[in-house]
Every structure is written in structure tokens, then in C-alpha cells.
């Protein structure tokens, strides 16, 4: 049912029952919030989305308020203006006053406020909010001292996530939000996927950055710098270098990593297909002996961490497959080091990923042998940006090129780990090669596309009907292993990924992964898998060469040496 409102004189319809906010939005008038987000039930917390209604004594909260009967509302009366500009001045009243040094400069939605409401000065003094930094975690630094209480963290950490690794303290002017038992992250049971991050309005919270060490390795003569960088990359940061905004810039990422001065720079999409390739055979190997199934993915670290400390019992039932991150770092310090005569400690590996919980995968004790980590550093795809500009490199500028040899090569499946799903097609395609020795008749497994939260389908891989399943964010995870306890038992194989939509929605990514966004990459790599001639893993030439000439057999003693790896439980403050 329509109902005919005035906003600012000018009559509009609302649907009955939305929200005020809801209908100026979607008929292109924007006002402020601060702790609104898009699918959660609106609190009316912040007040930032004020408007004045007639008949109304006081100014009423556009987002939570249901249009049921006509009504006049004026979004930026002098009234409503003075309100917000009045809210916003009390944020700043106790907020430190270091936004040039700030890791949210430029992107801080407080920041933006205070310049479209033209506040140009400090007339409120609050006493400064006392907090020490939190660097515990090795992904996530938190600021205590610039929360602004919007509650944004908490609901996507226990909405979302189902981690709840946030929520609130005290009360009054003592109000703060903190962990459990209010001890610092990495005493939580936080598993660093980095979402906070990306509905954080302030810099409360941040990756916690390696760029200094980079640059020092990049200047130091005595190293081989090497660089691999994540498949969603390529897809995620185009509109950022001033290139067409969801293409893939795999060739022109390639350019720009050489100009910063990477001394070899690899796909880990390669990486992607040696993941998919040893995965399939582990799940083959299941099947045949019928144990240790339903076989978990284990590509995500977000979700290992919280496999760990949250669902212990199903260790057994997580792949020992590592990531593709842990992959070629493996590789680049035994095979490529072999390959090239260049001592493993003389080689500095860095992953780029759109991933703040790759930097907790990294520094894994599991990940270092004799001394030897098998990533040295971790950046974020903001982090990459904003060597790009210190680096004063023009992406627009260069022509494509390759990336080196001998990981130089991928097939779309490898890519396609970028996307919730990708991960499971991939494996699909090579465990039916697996299994029948062909291919499969339909490469496509459209029923694993797409954006919801929980997948299921059956594939007929010759006289067994396999069952798989796809799910995004960890609380479709928790739903799923409930019913795995409770004996549901048609699914062999299982993708989790911790961050809704997969890679290209993750914690690292830049800051504009709204809907629209994620749906033009999603697109933008399976339409790269109608294109390309190489759609399985284990057609991919340098893959061949990678097991005839160094691994040996899938599954291998080798194989089972530098590809996998072992969890265990990990105990956490609840």
C-alpha cells in the first residue's frame, strides 16, 4: 500500500510500514547516520538521521520511525541541522585530535560530518577519554579512544559472524565496548576477519600495518623481495588506480608491483590450483574409505580459528590442505629457492590479501619450520594502495604484463576461490577427474553461485551422488555443524568462508564493498571461467610440472611435508 508524504514541500510515495529513512532513500534524498547499516533492525542510536515531522514536538529518528498514515517531514530544517551539527560536536567534544596521523584519515565518516556540517571549531571541551592502544592481535589494532559507541562492531561481530567477540560495557559517560572480561585481543575469541574494520566510522579500529618493513626489504640489496597477491585482488582495486571500475587488472597488477621494485611477483591463483588440486584428492581419498566426512575447507583462516576454539570435535573433519597464501609461500622458499640456487634465508616473502585474519595465518607457529616462516609478511588491499601512492606508481600509465615463472600460469577455477563457492566448483570439476579420470559434463555448478548464505547441491560423479555445500559467514557455519552433530549426513564436502560473499567481501578490501560492488566482481570472475580455455586445476601446465618435477604423487610424503598442516584446539576467553 502507497501513502502519499511531504519531505521539503514536495510530495513523494511510501510503501506502508517502511521506514522514513528507507523511503528518502530511495527517492534520492540522503541524510546522515553514523550507526546505520544496510539489513540490520535499525536502533536509533546515534540520532544522526533526525528529521521534523509536523505534529511532532520533537525531532524523531528517520531510520527507526514507521510511515503508516501521511505525514510532512523537512530533512534539513534549521532545526534539524542545528541537532546534528550539536550531536556531531559532542562526538568531537573527547575525540583526539589526530586526523592527520589517523589510519581512518579521509575515510572517517565522523571526519565527513564535521565538514558537511561545517564545523570548523572546537566549542565543546570534553575531558579526553583515557585508553591504552590494543596491538595484541596480529591483524587488528583497536583505539578505544575513538569508539564513538556507535554499536556497529558489535552487530556485525554477533549478527553476522556469530563470534560476538564485542559488546558493550558499563554504563553512562563509562560506557566502552571491549572484549571479553575486558582484556585485549588476542585473549579474545576473535578470529581477525577484519568485518569490524570495514563498519567501523572512525578509526576505533584498523589493520595493523607491515608497510615500514616492506619498504626497508624493498631497499635492501642483500634479499630477494618476493610478492604474491591474492586472485580477488585483481578485481577489487581497479576503481581505486583509476581503471574501469570491476575489470580485472591482473597484467597491470603485475606492472605495478615491478615498478614498486618486487624482485619476482607471483599469482596466487597458481597457489589456488594447487590447493584445489591436493583438496580433491584428500576429499577422493575420504570418499573411498568412507572417514572423517563431511571434509571441511580449509582455505579460510578465519574460520580455522574459529573451528578451533569453537568446534574442536570437528578438527579431524577439517581438510589438512593448506591455504593458497601457505602454499606458495611453501613453494617459493623449497621449490623456486631450489630452482633458482637462492638460500630460503635469503628470500623475503610477502602475500598481498584481502584479508586482515591472513596476517594471524601467517605468524601460525604451524607456518614456520626450522626458523623459516613460509610468509614473511602480510599486507592488506589497503595497505597495497597506499604503497601504489607512496610509491608514486601510475597504474594507468602501464601495459600489462605477466607474472614470473615458474607460478606464472592459473586456471579460472583458481580464481574463482575468490567468490563464496568458487572453492567447491573448483574442487568439484578436479575430484570428478579424480574419481572417473574425465572431465565433468557440465562444468558449471550454477546452484553454488551467487550471494546466500547457505548452498547445497548434489553432483552425480559416476555412480555416486556427491553432496556439497557452501556457506558464508561463520553463522551459517554454526547452523550447519549443528545439524552435521545431529546426524545429517548427505554432505561430503563442506566450503566455509568467514566473510559473507567470500574474498572479495574481506576484511582487508577496500572500503567501498557495498552490494552493487560485490556483485560487478562476482561477475567480473565467472565471467573470466565462460572465457578462458583452462577451467580445471589440473590442467593447468606449470601445476603438472610443479608435481612431475618436485611433489612427486597427490598426497605424496612430500606433499603431505609442505602442502599441509595440522590444528588443534585453541583455548580463548569466552
Same mark, same amino acid.
Given at each position: 500500500?502507497?501513502?502519499?508524504?511531504?519531505?521539503?514541500?514536495?510530495?513523494?510515495?511510501?510503501?506502508?510500514?517502511?521506514?522514513?529513512?528507507?523511503?528518502?532513500?530511495?527517492?534520492?534524498?540522503?541524510?546522515?547516520?553514523?550507526?546505520?547499516?544496510?539489513?540490520?533492525?535499525?536502533?536509533?542510536?546515534?540520532?544522526?538521521?533526525?528529521?521534523?515531522?509536523?505534529?511532532?514536538?520533537?525531532?524523531?529518528?528517520?531510520?527507526?520511525?514507521?510511515?503508516?498514515?501521511?505525514?510532512?517531514?523537512?530533512?534539513?530544517?534549521?532545526?534539524?541541522?542545528?541537532?546534528?551539527?550539536?550531536?556531531?560536536?559532542?562526538?568531537?567534544?573527547?575525540?583526539?585530535?589526530?586526523?592527520?596521523?589517523?589510519?581512518?584519515?579521509?575515510?572517517?565518516?565522523?571526519?565527513?560530518?564535521?565538514?558537511?556540517?561545517?564545523?570548523?571549531?572546537?566549542?565543546?571541551?570534553?575531558?579526553?577519554?583515557?585508553?591504552?592502544?590494543?596491538?595484541?592481535?596480529?591483524?587488528?589494532?583497536?583505539?578505544?579512544?575513538?569508539?564513538?559507541?556507535?554499536?556497529?562492531?558489535?552487530?556485525?561481530?554477533?549478527?553476522?559472524?556469530?563470534?560476538?567477540?564485542?559488546?558493550?560495557?558499563?554504563?553512562?559517560?563509562?560506557?566502552?565496548?571491549?572484549?571479553?572480561?575486558?582484556?585485549?585481543?588476542?585473549?579474545?575469541?576473535?578470529?581477525?576477519?577484519?568485518?569490524?574494520?570495514?563498519?567501523?566510522?572512525?578509526?576505533?579500529?584498523?589493520?595493523?600495518?607491515?608497510?615500514?618493513?616492506?619498504?626497508?626489504?624493498?631497499?635492501?640489496?642483500?634479499?630477494?623481495?618476493?610478492?604474491?597477491?591474492?586472485?580477488?585482488?585483481?578485481?577489487?582495486?581497479?576503481?581505486?588506480?583509476?581503471?574501469?571500475?570491476?575489470?580485472?587488472?591482473?597484467?597491470?597488477?603485475?606492472?605495478?608491483?615491478?615498478?614498486?621494485?618486487?624482485?619476482?611477483?607471483?599469482?596466487?591463483?597458481?597457489?589456488?590450483?594447487?590447493?584445489?588440486?591436493?583438496?580433491?584428492?584428500?576429499?577422493?581419498?575420504?570418499?573411498?574409505?568412507?572417514?572423517?566426512?563431511?571434509?571441511?575447507?580449509?582455505?579460510?583462516?578465519?574460520?580455522?580459528?574459529?573451528?578451533?576454539?569453537?568446534?574442536?570435535?570437528?578438527?579431524?573433519?577439517?581438510?589438512?590442505?593448506?591455504?593458497?597464501?601457505? %602454499?606458495?609461500?611453501?613453494?617459493? =622458499?623449497?621449490?623456486? /629457492? #631450489? &630452482? $633458482?640456487?637462492?638460500?630460503?634465508?635469503? +628470500?623475503?616473502? @610477502?602475500? %598481498?590479501?584481502?584479508?586482515?585474519? =591472513?596476517?594471524?595465518? /601467517? #605468524? &601460525? $607457529?604451524?607456518?614456520?619450520?626450522?626458523? +623459516?616462516?613460509? @610468509?614473511?609478511?602480510?599486507?592488506?588491499?589497503?595497505?597495497?594502495?597506499?604503497?601504489?601512492?607512496?610509491?608514486?606508481?601510475?597504474?594507468?600509465?602501464?601495459?600489462?604484463?605477466?607474472?614470473?615463472?615458474?607460478?606464472?600460469?592459473?586456471?579460472?577455477?583458481?580464481?574463482?576461490?575468490?567468490?563464496?563457492?568458487?572453492?567447491?566448483?573448483?574442487?568439484?570439476?578436479?575430484?570428478?577427474?579424480?574419481?572417473?579420470?574425465?572431465?565433468?559434463?557440465?562444468?558449471?555448478?550454477?546452484?553454488?553461485?551467487?550471494?546466500?548464505?547457505?548452498?547445497?547441491?548434489?553432483?552425480?560423479?559416476?555412480?555416486?551422488?556427491?553432496?556439497?555445500?557452501?556457506?558464508?559467514?561463520?553463522?551459517?557455519?554454526?547452523?550447519?555443524?549443528?545439524?552435521?552433530?545431529?546426524?545429517?549426513?548427505?554432505?561430503?564436502?563442506?566450503?566455509?568462508?568467514?566473510?559473507?560473499?567470500?574474498?572479495?567481501?574481506?576484511?582487508?578490501?577496500?572500503?567501498?564493498?557495498?552490494?552493487?560492488?560485490?556483485?560487478?566482481?562476482?561477475?567480473?570472475?565467472?565471467?573470466?571461467?565462460?572465457?578462458?580455455?583452462?577451467?580445471?586445476?589440473?590442467?593447468?601446465?606449470?601445476?603438472?610440472?610443479?608435481?612431475?618435477?618436485?611433489?612427486?604423487?597427490?598426497?605424496?610424503?612430500?606433499?603431505?611435508?609442505?602442502?599441509?598442516?595440522?590444528?588443534?584446539?585453541?583455548?580463548?576467553?569466552?
Amino acid at each position: 500500500m502507497l501513502i502519499d508524504i511531504e519531505v521539503n514541500n514536495k510530495k513523494i510515495q511510501a510503501k506502508k510500514g517502511e521506514t522514513i529513512l528507507e523511503t528518502l532513500n530511495r527517492n534520492g534524498i540522503k541524510v546522515p547516520t553514523l550507526c546505520r547499516m544496510e539489513g540490520f533492525t535499525p536502533t536509533g542510536a546515534c540520532r544522526m538521521c533526525v528529521v521534523e515531522a509536523e505534529g511532532k514536538s520533537g525531532l524523531i529518528p528517520s531510520c527507526s520511525y514507521q510511515i503508516e498514515e501521511p505525514i510532512k517531514i523537512r530533512t534539513h530544517s534549521p532545526r534539524v541541522i542545528q541537532a546534528r551539527k550539536m550531536l556531531v560536536e559532542l562526538l568531537l567534544s573527547n575525540h583526539p585530535d589526530d586526523c592527520l596521523y589517523c589510519a581512518s584519515n579521509g575515510n572517517c565518516q565522523l571526519q565527513d560530518l564535521a565538514v558537511e556540517l561545517n564545523i570548523r571549531e572546537r566549542r565543546i571541551s570534553g575531558e579526553k577519554t583515557k585508553s591504552n592502544l590494543d596491538q595484541s592481535s596480529p591483524g587488528i589494532v583497536k583505539d578505544p579512544a575513538k569508539c564513538i559507541l556507535c554499536g556497529r562492531c558489535v552487530r556485525v561481530c554477533e549478527e553476522v559472524l556469530d563470534v560476538s567477540t564485542f559488546d558493550f560495557y558499563k554504563r553512562g559517560n563509562k560506557t566502552a565496548i571491549v572484549t571479553s572480561m575486558n582484556k585485549d585481543l588476542n585473549f579474545s575469541n576473535c578470529i581477525n576477519c577484519g568485518q569490524c574494520l570495514l563498519v567501523c566510522p572512525t578509526g576505533a579500529l584498523y589493520e595493523k600495518t607491515n608497510l615500514d618493513i616492506v619498504q626497508q626489504m624493498l631497499s635492501n640489496t642483500d634479499v630477494t623481495v618476493i610478492v604474491q597477491y591474492s586472485p580477488s585482488i585483481s578485481v577489487s582495486i581497479a576503481d581505486e588506480l583509476g581503471l574501469r571500475s570491476g575489470k580485472d587488472i591482473n597484467g597491470v597488477l603485475n606492472a605495478v608491483l615491478r615498478r614498486i621494485g618486487f624482485n619476482k611477483v607471483f599469482d596466487t591463483s597458481f597457489a589456488a590450483d594447487v590447493a584445489i588440486f591436493e583438496q580433491s584428492a584428500e576429499l577422493a581419498d575420504r570418499i573411498k574409505n568412507d572417514e572423517n566426512l563431511p571434509m571441511m575447507s580449509s582455505c579460510c583462516p578465519g574460520w580455522i580459528k574459529h573451528m578451533e576454539q569453537s568446534h574442536p570435535d570437528m578438527i579431524d573433519n577439517v581438510s589438512t590442505t593448506k591455504s593458497p597464501q601457505q %602454499i606458495l609461500g611453501t613453494l617459493i =622458499k623449497s621449490y623456486f /629457492a #631450489q &630452482r $633458482e640456487d637462492i638460500s630460503p634465508e635469503k +628470500i623475503f616473502s @610477502i602475500s %598481498i590479501m584481502p584479508c586482515t585474519a =591472513k596476517k594471524f595465518e /601467517a #605468524q &601460525r $607457529e604451524e607456518m614456520t619450520h626450522k626458523g +623459516i616462516s613460509d @610468509i614473511d609478511v602480510v599486507l592488506t588491499t589497503r595497505e597495497l594502495l597506499k604503497l601504489v601512492k607512496l610509491y608514486g606508481v601510475d597504474a594507468q600509465s602501464l601495459d600489462e604484463e605477466m607474472p614470473d615463472i615458474p607460478f606464472n600460469t592459473r586456471s579460472s577455477a583458481g580464481k574463482m576461490v575468490s567468490v563464496t563457492g568458487g572453492v567447491a566448483e573448483g574442487v568439484a570439476r578436479t575430484l570428478n577427474y579424480h574419481l572417473t579420470g574425465e572431465e565433468l559434463s557440465d562444468i558449471k555448478i550454477t546452484k553454488l553461485r551467487g550471494f546466500k548464505d547457505r548452498k547445497e547441491v548434489s553432483v552425480k560423479i559416476g555412480k555416486q551422488e556427491i553432496g556439497i555445500a557452501v556457506v558464508s559467514g561463520i553463522k551459517s557455519a554454526n547452523k550447519l555443524i549443528a545439524e552435521i552433530r545431529e546426524g545429517k549426513s548427505d554432505i561430503h564436502f563442506i566450503e566455509i568462508m568467514a566473510c559473507p560473499g567470500g574474498c572479495i567481501n574481506g576484511g582487508g578490501q577496500a572500503f567501498n564493498n557495498d552490494e552493487k560492488t560485490l556483485k560487478t566482481r562476482s561477475k567480473t570472475i565467472y565471467d573470466l571461467d565462460d572465457k578462458e580455455a583452462i577451467n580445471v586445476a589440473h590442467k593447468n601446465s606449470n601445476l603438472i610440472s610443479l608435481y612431475d618435477e618436485f611433489l612427486g604423487e597427490q598426497l605424496s610424503e612430500k606433499c603431505i611435508k609442505l602442502l599441509h598442516t595440522k590444528y588443534s584446539k585453541r583455548d580463548v576467553l569466552l
